[in-house]
């Protein structure tokens, strides 16, 4: 009889660190949601985020890198947005939250 070692689907979710400016940007965010679309879009718009913040921290690697950007964040994108971000240890650090459309070079401090 063959023995089967079971292989866990996801990795264990890193701590999760949302600097001051994705802060800022993520209750932003829900704000400009909540005024244009209404309280329902609202919270699914904020359950989207939540469950992308949820999937980079299982799976960090699933960004992608940007050319701009330092070789220590990736880009992941959800809905209107992307969420830069890099591991630091055991933690995931949230940069920024930003519009597609902004200028992504701009609004990140490559010493960040």
């Known amino acids: 009889m063959a023995m089967h070692r079971s292989v866990p689907m996801s990795f264990p979710e890193r701590s999760l660190i949302l600097s001051p400016e994705a802060r800022d940007d993520f209750a932003d965010i829900l704000r400009y949601t909540a005024e244009r679309w209404g309280e329902d879009q609202l919270y699914s718009y904020r359950d989207r985020l939540n469950d992308a913040l949820r999937l980079v921290s299982r799976n ?23 969420i830069v971000y890099r591991t630091r240890g055991e933690s995931l650090e949230v940069i920024r939250i930003l519009h597609q459309r902004m200028s992504i070079a701009r609004q990140i401090d490559p010493e960040s």
């Open 60 to 82: 960090p690697q699933i960004g992608r890198r940007d050319p701009v950007l330092p070789e220590t964040h990736r880009l992941y994108f959800v809905g209107s947005h992307v």
